[in-house]
């Protein structure tokens, strides 16, 4: 990439994290551009849909739950491993208004760009389920995908409720007892 080119693509990202912060993910990608000092052209170019600065923006958070998913496979206990990254997840998710939405759309659908960030969170997340699985921790019919909606699921509803600090919390322990095996 260009010198310039690279500025531009950094202010987009910079200025789309600002935006998504302050606005949510649905905030205006002509602002996003105009903050940025480029025309909506530009941000296109780079950046071709809304999903795909999204999953640009996320990326970083990926990279935190990865290597978080990698240092947790060595943790004594593997249901508190899985645990502790489905809590990161739900503070992932809940950083941008509209987030966790976006990530629950395109659980199922393979061609957003938002979905690069699915299939290597979801292969994280499997291995710190399996090791829980394998030590007779979580029920052997729980998959990952329905752990991923839920903790989804579970960021939008705090997401929603500003109010309750405790939200988020409470309804992934509430989750969590329907995972243990007997």
Known sequence: MRADARRNHDRLLAEARASFSAHGTDASLEDVARRAGVGIGTLYRHFPSRQALLSAVFEDAVSDLLTRSRELLDAPEPCTALVTWLRRIIAHAGEYRGLALALM?????????????????????????????????????????????????????????????????????????????D
């Open 105 to 181: 759309s395109v659980t199922s659908d393979g061609t957003s760009a938002l979905s690069r960030c699915s299939g290597p969170i979801r292969e994280a997340g499997d291995a710190l389920l399996t090791r829980a699985q394998q030590a007779g921790r979580v029920r052997e019919d729980v998959a990952i995908t329905d752990l991923l909606q839920l903790t989804n699921a579970i960021a939008l509803a705090a997401e929603e409720s500003p109010g309750d600090t405790e939200l988020a919390d409470r309804l992934l322990n509430l989750t969590l007892r329907g995972l243990k095996s």
